[in-house]
């Protein structure tokens, strides 16, 4: 059984430019949600796909943005990226319904200068 | 809404001493509860969860049990080992988790 997987592991942008990080759910898992984590913090929801729908966003502005395909892996977009957009990025996976686990991926370090 | 609440580390232990990390929650309705654990540099793996008042998670030698009474789910473990230092995150799940802060154990030869 594959775990979760995310690409790339670190990056480096400028302010202003834009990125796409990207995740290849658990096999079987029909459900995929990213998470920005600051340095020193827990976790926040960004936002959960099922079945290539947004399901649930949490208190991220449009410039965050994702998609599902239907292999069931995952993009996440931010556009105009500011500094306060560095963080770790973690994407999990689960199946579907409010009280199934999530895994994690290692993450997308992302740094913008 | 729904909210996590942890201990503010750093906890600092000699190995074999006993460890407990205090999480208490807010929710409405009747939430599945977790414990996260976050070596460095890496993701988020899962050590424990309980999906309904009274269950016991356990792995790997901790425990926590879904306390309704008290709101709590506290993550204990009888000895601790160097291995074992890293950040713990308590969470619940609705549609997504909601994480504490995470406390940061540490833990000495």
């Known amino acids: 059984e594959t775990g979760v997987t995310q690409s790339p592991t670190h990056l480096i942008k400028t302010r202003g430019q834009q990125v796409t990080l990207r995740c290849s759910s658990q096999?079987?898992?029909?459900?995929v949600s990213w998470y920005q984590q600051a340095l020193g913090q827990g976790p926040q929801f960004i936002f959960q796909y099922y079945r290539e729908e947004e399901n649930g966003r949490g208190n991220f502005p449009p410039r965050f943005s994702g998609l599902q395909f239907p292999n069931y892996s995952s993009e996440l977009n931010v556009n105009a990226l500011e500094l306060d957009d560095s963080a770790l990025y973690l994407c999990?996976?689960?199946?579907?319904?409010?009280?199934?686990?999530?895994?994690f991926g290692p993450g997308t370090r992302l740094l913008v200068l | 809404g729904d909210s996590v609440t942890q201990m503010e580390g750093p906890v600092t232990l000699s190995e074999e001493a006993f460890l407990t990390i205090n999480c208490t929650y807010t929710?409405?309705?009747?939430?599945?509860l977790f414990w996260y654990v976050q070596y460095p540099g890496e993701g988020l793996q899962l050590l424990l969860k309980a999906t309904k008042a009274d269950d016991k998670g356990s792995n790997k030698g901790f425990e926590a049990t879904y306390r309704k009474e008290t709101t709590s789910f506290h993550l204990e473990k009888g000895s601790v080992q160097v291995s074992d230092s890293a950040v713990y995150f308590c969470?619940?799940?609705?549609?997504?988790?909601?994480f504490g802060k995470g406390t940061t154990l540490s833990v000495s030869s």
């Open positions: 999990a996976s689960s199946l579907a319904g409010a009280q199934e686990t999530q895994y």
């Open positions: 096999s079987g898992h029909n459900t």
């Open positions: 969470a619940l799940t609705g549609t997504a988790l909601i």
């Open positions: 929710a409405t309705g009747y939430p599945s």
